[in-house]
C-alpha cells in the first residue's frame, strides 16, 4: 500500500438495502476501482462478506447482526488485506439514495438535518430509503472524521419538463403530498448519455438521446443535449418497464380492483407489484440466463415473460423516438442491457423504417466494454456501454467536495492533527 498523504485521494461508495450493503472504493480522478465487495443475509445465521482488493479475494461467513457490524467486518477485511483506513486515500464517503424527493437533488453533504428529512420521505422510498438512513447512521459513527455525502438517483430528472414530469391528477392532492414523476438510476443515465458522447467524439450538447437501463431494475429515458426530457419511472421505482420483480406500467385500477375483490391489503399489493411481479411473476426467473434456458427447453410461461418484457421495452423505445422527434444514438447498459444480445436484438428488430439497424455480428460479438452495435448505415447509432455507478456517485462526491475546498485525503489530515 501506499503510504499516508502519498495515496490517490478514494471515494467509499455505499449503497445499503435491508439486508445487503454493497461497497466500492474508487479513486476518482483516475476511475479505478480499488476495492469493491458485498456484506449480503445481514440479520441472519448465514451472512456472507467479501472483500476484493487487489489480487486479494477474502471472505467472512458467519452471523452479521446488523448494518454497523456489516461495516465494521468491511473495515476488519481491509486490515486483513494489509489495507489500513488511514492509508487509503479517503476523502469521502458517497451514499446511493434512491429517492431525494422534490427538493434534495445535489449531492449533499451528511448532517442531522439532512438525516431528519431522508426520514421524512420513507413513505415515498419504503423499500429503498430507510436501509440507505440506515447506512448513513452506521458509516457516520463509524467514520465520524470523514464527509459523509448523499448522492440521489433522482437527482439527475430533477428537472424534467412539466409535462412529462406531472401527473393528470388532481393538483392540490399532487402538490399536497409531492406527487410527481420523479425517475431513478439517474446516475445511471446520466454516466452513460455522457459515456455515449464521449465514445462518439460528439459533444453532449448535440445529441438526441435514449438510453436503456436493463437490469433487474430497468428504466429508459430520453435526454436532449444532456438533459432528460422523459424517464420510464415516475412517483416510485415501479412505473414503466417490466423488470426482473416489478410489474412497470400496469392500471392503477388493478390495486383497488384486488382490494376491494381479493380483500388484499395495500402491504399485500405493493409487495405482490414490488417483488412478485414482472419476469420472476410472470416466468418463474428473474436471471435472463435461466429465462433463455427455459425457453429453449420449450418453457411457455419463460416464453411469454420475455415477449412481455420486449413489448414494453419497444413501446417505449417507440414513444421516445416520438418525443425527441429525430434520435441520433441508443444506448444499452445494465446486466440485461449489456450481455443479453437477443435483448438488443428483439427490442430492435423491424425497426429499420424508424433507422434503426443492428449489425448482427457486432450485436452477437461477445467483447465487453463500450462499443458500437448498429449498422455503418443505420441512421441511428446503437451502442452498449458498461454502467459504473460507483464511479459517478464517487465524482460526484469529489466534485462537492472540490466545491466546498476540501481536498485533502483524511489520511493528510490525520497525519497534520
Ligand atoms: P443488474 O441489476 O444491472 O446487476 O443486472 C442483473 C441482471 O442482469 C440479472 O438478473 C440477469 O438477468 C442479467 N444478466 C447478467 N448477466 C447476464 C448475461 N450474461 N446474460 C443475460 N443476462 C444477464
Redesign the pocket.
Known sequence: MTTAGAAPRTVLVLNSGSSSVKFQLVEPDSGVSVASGIVERIGEDTSSAKLKIGDQDLHRAGAIADHEAALRTVFELFEEAGAHLDSLGLVAVGHRVVHGGRALFRPTRVDDALIARLTELAPLAPLHNPPAVLGIEVACRILPDIPQIAVFDTAFFHDLPAASATYAIDRDIADQWQIRRYGFHGTSHRYISEQAAQFLGVPLENLNQIVLHL???ASASAIVGGRPVDTSMGLTPMEGLVM?TRSGDVDPGIVFYLARAAHMSVEDIESMLNRRSGVLGLGGE????E??RQITDGSEQARLAYDVYIHRLRKYIGAYLAVLGSTDVITFT???GE??AAVRRDALTGLAPLGIELDEHLNDSPARGARLISADKSPITVLVIP?NEELAIARACSEALDDAGEERAWGERGAAK
Request: aromatic letters at 6%; glycine letters at 24%.
Open positions: 437490469g433487474n431494475g426482473g428473474i436471471d435472463f440466463r429465462l433463455h445494465a446486466g440485461v450481455n443479453d454502467t
